[in-house]
């Protein structure tokens, strides 16, 4: 590791001293900076202010070495694989979110090149209808809007929901204000699904579908932008259908 750091620090330093030299950085603009960290530092928002500027980078990286389907950020929420309870035709959701489904989530899991994979898990989890995560906002119990499927033989997958809201990180300290104050950026994340999936012998993929259409889409304050994982629009029976498929490639050997 001590190599890494080697290798990347003193790279990142002089990047950092070049910009300060390009824009004649003043002691003013040193000692506001310096507050600025402190302040992030004291909120505790440091993973917030980190992922909204750096995370889709280093998942740009790797996916420069998939060849099936592509990463996304993995966003703050997973929860730990505990958390997932095998579902079969539904995630559940909270009493108070009341009506039918109005999301369907199906689709297919297979090898690179298409054949199913039978028994792979995929982990999905998304918003309620008002932009909270369970287990994280307002004590809603984690089983909601949660679950896990297993694939059958023909490497299908099918589950219904309720449609998750675009999301806005949270936006009163720090992060929000640089955000939004002095970049005149906003900090609004387009609706989406996460997902992990995993199979034998097969390269995970964490990514996430976004919605065809959707307020936001392809202006992620989290600069995702994958467009390449936003799914047309389909309704069926009025219920909007989100197929998502994945093509998984082979683990690669860990150094
Ligand atoms: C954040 C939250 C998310 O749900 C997500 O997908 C990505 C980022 C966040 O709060 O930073
Ligand atoms: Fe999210």
Known sequence: ?????????????EAIRDVMKKH???????????QFLINVQETGELPVLVDAFFNATVVDIENATRKGTKADIQGPYYLGADAYNVVTDKLPHRPEDAGAPDMIIRGRITDLDGNP????????WHSTPDGLYSGIHD???????????????????SVSSKLPVPYQIPNSGPTGLLLEKY????????????????????????????FEGGDWVGDDCCDTDHLDLVVPELIENGVRVMEVNFALEPAVAMA
């Open 183 to 210: 970049l005149e950026r906003h900090s609004w994340r387009p609706a989406h699904i996460h997902f992990w999936a995993r199979a034998d012998g097969q390269r995970d993929v964490v990514n996430q579908a976004y």
């Open 24 to 34: 004649d950085v003043t002691f003013q603009d040193y000692g506001a900076a310096m």
């Open 139 to 157: 004590n809603i119990d984690p089983k909601f809007y949660r679950g896990r499927v297993i694939t059958g033989a023909d490497g299908s997958y």
């Open 117 to 124: 994979i039978a028994g792979a898990t995929l982990d999905m």
């Open 1 to 13: 590791m001590s190599a890494r750091v080697q290798q990347v620090v003193p790279d990142l330093v």
